[in-house]
């Protein structure tokens, strides 16, 4: 009786070899599994299953985590404001940890004794896939041929055809990676430390150029409306403003981090529902949080991002920090005004009940309300009290 192994599928080269090489080299079993975070449509999917059955495995399954992914990681991400290095949405980090996780339960559920991943050995995503696999199947053995094998995108063609299947050949000159919360970008251009991608390599082209404004509408914390648009899940708001801020070219950068395995990497990205959900969300807790609610959540924040990065979702901290982001966005409440324009966007202000920004009790730099003046001589006195008595004592101690 045959082994039975999970392989997370994307239909690939890569993970196209690891079918024919774990079933017919290795005598497994293979059920595929592809876990959609908002990166493939339903025609995609299609084509996928049906690519995966001519290849032979037992079964195939579609997982639609698109709102899981929103529900367990993104929506904290939001919360936290959160930015890789003051650049990078984390948009494929975050998309790994939920195809790990689910195909880590799959593999319970099949009772399966192997799983497979086609990382190669060059990035951080096999050490994401790798530990959520240790930490949730246990004993479970990991294969990765890829990583394994060290072999050549023409090897593993040349493989490949030798037992019938044909693959393309012609490499893209850009490896692409779509999800809800972004696409990555990699080429030439990001493989060295100077180098901007071109125009043509952006998946999505600029065809708008007329300012245009956007209302986002906020309720604890969550986007649940655009303009007069309301969505049932924040999933698919975040889609929908894909597709309007998308086309001006909002959102493209290339971010420079540093990987889990030691090395630093340039990859290219476009993210602008992301960016302008972020900033927004920003904006808006500016206005209704308090100064060390914001302290707070930005150290928090940071921190939570950088473990996430790195493949700790499931370190019992990252639940203590989302309770944390969870309640601090309790009053996050609003309408923020987006200008959108041809590669940029600005925040042109907010609208919100909880505003802290309140004429009733002062406008800044011109009249107060709350307080006198001899308050505030009292106060200045005490503020620096302790910074008054140092430089004090160390004027005494010159003499």
Not at 172 to 198: D, F, R
Not at 374 to 399: H, L, M, P, Y
């Amino acid at each position: 009786m045959s082994k039975k192994i999970v392989l997370g599928f994307s239909g690939g080269l890569d993970t196209t070899f690891c079918v024919k090489y774990l079933s017919e080299e290795k005598g497994y079993e293979v059920h595929s599994i592809i876990v959609n975070t908002g990166g493939f449509s339903e025609d995609e999917l299609k084509k996928i299953e049906a690519h995966a059955h001519k290849l032979g495995v037992a079964s195939h399954t579609t997982v639609n985590a698109v709102e899981s992914y929103y529900n367990s990681i993104i929506k904290y991400l939001i919360f936290g404001n959160v930015l890789k290095n003051n650049t990078y949405p984390l948009s494929v980090s975050a998309e790994r940890l939920s195809q790990a996780i689910h195909i880590a339960e799959h593999v319970k559920k099949l009772g399966a004794s192997a799983v497979a991943h086609g990382s190669t050995g060059a990035g951080n995503d096999q050490v994401r896939f790798d530990m959520v696999f240790h930490i949730m199947i246990p004993g479970v053995e990991i294969i990765t041929p890829i990583r394994d094998l060290k072999l050549s995108r023409e090897e593993e063609i040349s493989y490949l055809q030798s037992k019938g299947v044909e693959m393309n050949a012609e490499k893209a000159m850009y490896s692409i990676n779509k999800g809800l919360w972004g696409t990555s970008v990699g080429g030439k251009e990001t493989l060295s430390s100077k180098g901007m991608l071109p125009e043509a390599a952006w998946p999505t082209q600029v065809t708008k150029h007329d300012a245009e404004e956007v209302v986002l509408s906020f309720k604890k914390g969550e986007l649940v409306a655009l303009n007069d648009k309301k969505f049932s899940h924040p999933s698919a708001a975040i889609q929908y403003l894909q597709t309007i801020a998308g086309p001006f070219g909002i959102g493209r950068d290339i971010h420079v981090g540093d990987t889990i395995i030691g090395i630093k990497g340039r990859v290219g990205f476009e993210a602008a529902a992301p960016m302008v959900i972020l900033k927004s969300h920003h904006a808006l807790e500016k206005h209704v949080l308090t100064k060390w609610q914001l302290q707070w959540k930005d150290t928090l924040s940071q921190f939570y991002g950088n473990w996430l990065h790195e493949g700790q979702i499931l370190d019992p901290v990252m639940r203590d920090i989302e309770s944390f982001l969870q309640h601090s966005q309790e009053h996050v409440n609003g309408k923020v005004f987006v200008q959108l324009q041809p590669y940029r966007f600005q925040i042109i202000g907010i609208e919100s009940s909880y505003d802290l920004m309140n004429s009733k009790f002062g406008k800044y730099g011109e009249m107060n309300s709350g307080f006198t003046g001899e308050d505030v001589r009292g106060f200045s006195k005490i503020f620096g009290n302790q910074t008054i008595i140092w430089n004090a004592v160390q004027q005494e101690n010159k003499k």
